[in-house]
């Protein structure tokens, strides 16, 4: 298997505001290699972004924040980098691709101007090749006129091609890490499919890592190669897409799952819900935080926190953090 | 009365909905036909901009309207609404997208959903609290939410209270815009059973107006897909999941992709090219010509017009009659 690319290990992040202190991840990681996708899946709140971005110190505003554990990207340890090498990192290494493409683009300079800055910065290339590399990426990202486009200011552009132009700012730097959070979230069915689409394909043709932060099944079942549960700041589940979406084992995935309706299935799949809300990860109780709403509870799982274990013995490993299903089931764990 | 027995819930006809902007004239619903029979649970779709959102706020009023006509339970709304305001807001409820922009923030959950009580003069203080209590029972709440405002809910909390307002005068028809939308995936279930439930508890007719398709063939009867302000296709729900007719239909549907990761790796996608068209500015003809895949000369110069295909809806697509219709 190929070295990670970038690794979190035992994350801890604390969010506090004046009133109030969150536990937004609460000793959780992954990793991803070149040439592949994590899929991070969680409902809102899970912190599943915060998880992703919270290391490259890419967090909400106004609140301040305890981190705590390992994170490394290209071997790198990136928690004790300066400033200036971490903004560095994330211009290049890193790049982002958001729900809102206005929050990445600068809606007072034109398009095609802002993708060429990003190469020059990062990619380090001439101005004149700079001007290119952006007309191509724009053309790359599915942009139809590219040469017209490039001088158009972001208000002028329709919200799926404000989605690909963002992607293709994203790509600018020539990063080795893609980060797709929501990518498809605020836009319309038939646009979503051909988001999707062309993620993958960028995927496949430059083979850089991506992790896909999104809470939409749909999506993660058409890219990821590996997925990571996420429930109130904790990994509950994570192994390779078709083992987590097909063959879930934690009762928080398989409610999660059996809450998505698959419309092509020829019975009715049901909408099973799973009762009860997130907690609120104000108040720290020890033991699983999936308790309140489980209906395998027991006594065991409010005192102790579930450690992940893996199972089976597939070649892309398959962790859970629920024993009692586990035992009661008797799945074969990996020694 | 025997005729507002047999009439449908919902019957519009040749509904236009326009809006005069600065860049222009907005052509949001552009001459729709629907009906919604009693007891049905009626989807509407489509993507941002085909006027779904419009459509719904104009069946109710909400929205005022450039030209056509509305009945509901056999009545010409507008002269309803006119003649007897409140009895109109007895048979008919709208609930919005946004729980939160749609109470006021400083009644509690008590205070909003006694206050329609009131206003309809619903029995004594007694008889309406019994009534409030029934409502938080009907919508699976705790009565601990009475004394609580709307912000310190969860989302899923919101939307029940709104339900509950909605139902609190007994409403024969509720028209629900995108109610699903905002809450998180495993919530939504919980509110879509809720909504199944309440409509086989109380033989409501639902109309809901939705983007997530499998959720809409989960639990409608009847769906109407809409494309640009037209009515692209309708018909039942099975039927019309199964077989889809218009080509937009069978694109839409594509899209979505399947929850296992085995089938999407295999499965034959169709990618439409490009957005939809601006409702400011119609092409001619069919107005889903510039990205249908099997469009023909004559798709570019006349507009279709519904008609019966072979699940036993209707489409509006030269392609499509009766016996066959296009594949993309």
């Known amino acids: 298997m190929t070295a990670p690319i970038y690794e979190v290990e035992g994350l801890v992040i604390d969010l506090y505001t004046p009133s109030v202190s969150v536990r937004a991840?609460?000793?959780?990681?992954?990793?991803?290699?070149?040439?592949?996708?994590?899929?991070?899946?969680?409902?809102?709140?899970?912190?599943?972004?915060?998880?992703?971005?919270?290391?490259?110190?890419?967090?909400?505003?106004?609140?301040?924040?305890?981190?705590?554990?390992?994170?490394?990207?290209?071997?790198?340890?990136?928690?004790?980098?300066?400033?200036?090498?971490?903004?560095?990192?994330?211009?290049?290494?890193?790049?982002?691709?958001?729900?809102?493409?206005?929050?990445?683009?600068?809606?007072?300079?034109?398009?095609?101007?802002?993708?060429?800055?990003?190469?020059?910065?990062?990619?380090?290339?001439?101005?004149?090749?700079?001007?290119?590399?952006?007309?191509?990426?724009?053309?790359?990202?599915?942009?139809?006129?590219?040469?017209?486009?490039?001088?158009?200011?972001?208000?002028e552009l329709s919200g799926g091609m404000l989605q690909r132009a963002m992607i293709a700012l994203a790509l600018a730097a020539r990063p080795r890490v893609l980060i797709a959070d929501e990518?498809?979230?605020?836009?319309?069915?038939?646009?979503?499919?051909?988001?999707?689409?062309?993620?993958?394909?960028?995927?496949?043709?430059?083979?850089?890592?991506?992790?896909?932060?999104?809470?939409?099944?749909?999506?993660?079942?058409?890219?990821?190669?590996?997925?990571?549960?996420?429930?109130?700041?904790?990994?509950?589940?994570?192994?390779?897409?078709?083992?987590?979406?097909?063959?879930?084992?934690?009762?928080?995935?398989?409610?999660?799952?059996?809450?998505?309706?698959?419309?092509?299935?020829?019975?009715?799949?049901?909408?099973?819900?799973?009762?009860?809300?997130?907690?609120?990860?104000?108040?720290?109780?020890?033991?699983?935080?999936?308790?309140?709403?489980?209906?395998?509870?027991?006594?065991?799982?409010?005192?102790?926190?579930?450690?992940?274990?893996r199972l089976g013995a597939g070649p892309v490993p398959h962790r859970v953090a629920c024993p009692v299903v586990i035992a009661a089931e008797g799945i074969v764990t990996h020694d | 009365m025997t005729d507002a027995i047999v009439a449908p819930a919902i019957k519009a006809t040749g509904l236009k909905v326009h809006f005069q902007t600065a860049a222009g004239l907005v052509r949001a619903v552009d001459g729709v036909d629907l009906t919604v029979a009693q007891g049905a649970f009626h989807g509407i779709v489509g993507e941002s901009g085909c006027g779904k959102t419009t459509l719904a706020r104009a069946l109710i009023g909400l929205q005022p309207v450039t030209d056509g006509q509305v009945n509901i339970l056999g009545r010409d709304r507008a002269e309803w609404a006119r003649a007897d305001r409140k009895g109109f807001a007895r048979a008919v409820q709208f609930i919005f997208q946004d729980p939160l922009g749609s109470m006021s923030r400083r009644q509690t959950v008590g205070q909003t959903l006694e206050e329609p009580l009131m206003i309809h003069g619903t029995g004594d203080g007694k008889a309406r609290r019994a009534r409030v209590a029934e409502l938080l029972d009907l919508v699976a709440l705790p009565d601990t939410v009475l004394d609580r405002l709307p912000r310190s809910l969860s989302g899923g909390q919101r939307q029940r209270v709104s339900i509950a307002r909605a139902l609190a005068l007994s409403p024969q028809v509720l028209i629900c815009d995108e109610p699903l939308s905002a809450l998180d995936v495993s919530v939504r279930a919980q509110i879509v059973n809720l909504f199944a439930r309440l409509q086989a508890q109380l033989g409501l007719t639902i109309v809901i107006v939705a983007h997530d398709l499998a959720i809409v063939r989960e639990v409608c009867s009847a769906?109407?897909?809409?494309?640009?302000?037209?009515?692209?296709?309708?018909?039942?729900?099975?039927?019309?999941?199964?077989?889809?007719?218009?080509?937009?239909?069978?694109?839409?549907?594509?899209?979505?992709?399947?929850?296992?990761?085995?089938?999407?790796?295999?499965?034959?996608?169709?990618?439409?090219?490009?957005?939809?068209?601006?409702?400011?500015?119609?092409?001619?003809?069919?107005?889903?010509?510039?990205?249908?895949?099997?469009?023909?000369?004559?798709?570019?110069?006349?507009?279709?017009?519904?008609?019966?295909?072979?699940?036993?809806?209707?489409?509006?697509?030269?392609?499509a009659d009766a016996s066959i219709h296009a594949m993309i």
Request: charged content about 20%; aromatic content about 4%.
């Open chain 1, 25 to 155: 991840v609460d000793v959780a990681g992954f990793h991803v290699a070149p040439g592949e996708t994590l899929a991070i899946v969680g409902e809102s709140g899970s912190g599943k972004t915060v998880m992703t971005l919270g290391p490259l110190g890419l967090l909400p505003e106004g609140v301040a924040v305890d981190l705590r554990g390992t994170a490394r990207a290209d071997g790198k340890d990136i928690l004790s980098m300066s400033p200036a090498d971490l903004s560095r990192l994330r211009g290049g290494f890193f790049g982002v691709i958001f729900q809102d493409p206005m929050s990445a683009l600068n809606p007072m300079l034109k398009i095609g101007p802002q993708l060429a800055r990003q190469a020059q910065l990062y990619a380090g290339l001439s101005a004149e090749e700079a001007r290119k590399e952006a007309v191509s990426l724009l053309a790359r990202s599915g942009i139809p006129d590219p040469e017209d486009r490039y001088g158009r200011y972001p208000h």
């Open chain 1, 183 to 309: 990518p498809t979230t605020a836009l319309d069915a038939t646009v979503q499919a051909q988001i999707l689409a062309l993620i993958r394909q960028i995927q496949k043709e430059d083979g850089i890592a991506v992790i896909l932060i999104t809470h939409d099944i749909g999506a993660v079942s058409v890219l990821a190669d590996r997925v990571a549960v996420l429930y109130a700041g904790q990994v509950a589940e994570e192994g390779s897409a078709v083992d987590v979406l097909t063959a879930p084992v934690h009762p928080y995935t398989r409610g999660l799952l059996a809450s998505v309706p698959d419309f092509r299935s020829d019975h009715a799949t049901g909408t099973r819900e799973i009762p009860g809300i997130p907690p609120s990860q104000t108040q720290l109780e020890p033991g699983c935080r999936f308790a309140d709403r489980c209906d395998l509870v027991q006594s065991s799982c409010r005192t102790h926190r579930p450690p992940l274990v």
């Open chain 2, 223 to 319: 769906v109407t897909v809409m494309y640009l302000g037209r009515v692209a296709e309708e018909g039942a729900a099975r039927r019309f999941f199964a077989d889809p007719a218009h080509p937009y239909s069978q694109a839409l549907l594509s899209a979505v992709p399947s929850p296992d990761p085995r089938i999407e790796a295999t499965r034959p996608r169709i990618l439409l090219e490009g957005d939809p068209p601006s409702p400011r500015n119609p092409p001619p003809g069919c107005r889903f010509s510039t990205r249908c895949p099997v469009a023909e000369p004559r798709c570019r110069e006349m507009e279709p017009a519904l008609r019966a295909v072979p699940h036993g809806g209707a489409a509006a697509c030269h392609l």
